[in-house]
């Protein structure tokens, strides 16, 4: 089995509100991903969890809050969102971090009001 | 930071016709890996491959990692097969660098 599974598929929210975004693998995999996605743009790395241990922020504001409660499980925390902040938010995981095939999720397409 | 070039930008073909997606990167690379974004957003898993060649039923992959560069070929293009194609390739470090992408649009 090769799937990652995301929820919700759409969400829509306003500046003040605060959501959160989940992303689930059962590959045993020990690396996670959250990845942004403007239009017509490739996907851009935000956050990397190896071992369920943060890794690599790549200097991604404060009001995206990512948390990894397990090894199968990995959050992204919203709160005060800018419009701006609107696309698709995609997850990954591989066997480890650095190495191995990455396997996306479906993603969650975000609006922002 | 690694630089990959992904060439045609967009490419449009009628169903059934061959075509050959390029992807140039400026470093020597450990993973390689292309994509297949449909419009829904979803990237799917094409090749897995850093180096040498693969084939998947009528897509085909080759990478010269000696010589920076990896094509996908595609034959007999179907509609299903529109879409984006990314390729992405991750040097010593944890990163995926992803290129811009190759928009294919396949006609009926």
């Known amino acids: ?113 | 930071g690694i630089q990959v070039e992904q060439s045609p930008p967009d490419l449009i073909l009628q169903e059934g016709a061959n075509s050959t997606l390029r992807c140039n990167f400026s470093d020597s690379v450990n993973n390689l890996q292309w994509f297949h974004q449909n419009p829904w957003g979803q990237l799917i898993n094409l090749f897995y491959i850093p180096s040498g060649t693969k084939q998947n039923g009528r897509l085909s992959a080759t990478t010269v990692a000696t010589e920076r560069y990896s094509l996908l070929y595609i034959s007999s293009s179907q509609t299903t097969d529109s879409g984006v194609y990314f390729c992405a390739v991750r040097t010593s470090g944890s990163r995926l660098t992803f290129g811009e992408g190759t928009q294919l649009t396949v006609n009926p």
């Open chain 1, 1 to 113: 089995d090769t799937e990652v599974t995301q929820t919700p598929k759409h969400l829509v929210m306003g500046m003040t509100n605060k959501k959160s975004l989940k992303c689930e693998q059962h590959m045993g995999h020990r690396a996670m991903y959250w990845y942004k996605q403007k239009a017509k743009k490739p996907p851009e790395l935000m956050f990397v969890y190896s071992y369920e241990k943060l890794s690599i922020n790549e200097s991604v504001p404060s009001r995206f809050s990512p948390e990894c409660p397990n090894s199968s499980l990995l959050n992204l925390h919203l709160h005060a969102l800018q419009p701006e902040d609107s696309a698709l938010y995609l997850c990954a995981s591989s066997q480890l971090q650095g190495y191995n095939e990455q396997f996306f999720g479906p993603g969650t397409r975000l609006t922002v009001l």
